[in-house]
C-alpha cells in the first residue's frame, strides 16, 4: 500500500480511505481492468468482417489493457482457478462468440473444440504479459508473438 500511495502521490492513508485492505484495492483494479476490456473488446466490433480480422481486433484490444495495467500479472496469482475464471468471464464470452461464428464459417479450425481455444488464448496471453514483465520481450514484440501465436492455434489464416 505504501507503494501504491507513492506512486498516487497521495499518503497510505489516503489510500486507506478509499480501500480498506490490499484486497479490495486489488479487487478495485481487476474491475477497472476487466471494465476497460470488455469496452475496447465492444468497440472492436467483433461481431464485423472476417473472424480471423475480428480474432486479431480482440487480442490487440486485450493486450491494451494488459499494457495499462501490468499489475495484473500480479494480481492473478491471488487468484483461485474458479475466481481466474468468473474474472475472465465476460471476455470469454465475447471470445466464444467469435469461436463459434468462426468455426462456422469454416475459418477457425473446427477439429478444436471451443473451450480449448478459450482456455489457449488466455494462457498466450498471460504468457506474452508475463514475457513483458520479465523483461524478456518488448511489450510490441510480445504483442506480434500473440497475434500470430493465437491466429495459428486458432487455425486461422492471417487477414
Same mark, same amino acid.
Given at each position: 500500500?505504501r507503494?501504491?500511495?507513492?506512486?498516487?502521490?497521495?499518503?497510505?492513508?489516503?489510500?486507506?480511505?478509499?480501500?480498506?485492505?490490499?484486497?479490495? &484495492?486489488?479487487?478495485?483494479?481487476?474491475? !477497472?481492468?476487466l471494465?476497460a476490456?470488455?469496452?475496447?473488446?465492444?468497440?472492436?466490433e467483433?461481431d464485423? @468482417?472476417?473472424?480471423?480480422?475480428?480474432?486479431?481486433?480482440?487480442? !490487440?484490444?486485450?493486450?491494451?489493457?494488459?499494457e495499462?495495467?501490468?499489475?495484473?500479472?500480479?494480481? !492473478?496469482?491471488?487468484?483461485?482457478?474458479?475466481?481466474?475464471?468468473?474474472l475472465?468471464?465476460?471476455?470469454?464470452e465475447?471470445?466464444?462468440r467469435? #469461436?463459434?461464428r468462426?468455426?462456422?464459417?469454416?475459418?477457425?479450425?473446427?477439429?478444436?473444440?471451443?473451450?480449448w481455444? &478459450?482456455?489457449?488464448?488466455?494462457?498466450?496471453?498471460?504468457?506474452?504479459?508475463?514475457? #513483458?514483465?520479465a523483461?524478456r520481450?518488448?511489450a510490441?514484440?510480445?504483442?506480434?508473438?500473440?497475434?500470430?501465436?493465437?491466429?495459428?492455434?486458432? @487455425?486461422?489464416q492471417?487477414?
Amino acid at each position: 500500500m505504501r507503494e501504491i500511495a507513492r506512486a498516487a502521490g497521495v499518503s497510505r492513508q489516503t489510500v486507506y480511505a478509499h480501500y480498506p485492505s490490499r484486497e479490495a &484495492l486489488a479487487r478495485a483494479v481487476q474491475e !477497472r481492468s476487466l471494465a476497460a476490456t470488455v469496452a475496447a473488446m465492444d468497440a472492436a466490433e467483433l461481431d464485423d @468482417g472476417p473472424a480471423p480480422a475480428a480474432l486479431d481486433r480482440l487480442v !490487440r484490444a486485450g493486450w491494451g489493457t494488459l499494457e495499462r495495467y501490468p499489475v495484473l500479472m500480479d494480481l !492473478r496469482v491471488e487468484l483461485s482457478p474458479e475466481e481466474e475464471l468468473a474474472l475472465h468471464r465476460p471476455i470469454l464470452e465475447r471470445l466464444e462468440r467469435l #469461436v463459434t461464428r468462426g468455426q462456422r464459417s469454416g475459418e477457425f479450425d473446427c477439429a478444436l473444440p471451443g473451450p480449448w481455444l &478459450l482456455t489457449s488464448f488466455l494462457a498466450l496471453s498471460h504468457a506474452a504479459a508475463e514475457e #513483458v514483465r520479465a523483461g524478456r520481450l518488448t511489450a510490441e514484440r510480445a504483442l506480434e508473438a500473440l497475434r500470430a501465436s493465437v491466429l495459428r492455434v486458432f @487455425g486461422a489464416q492471417p487477414g
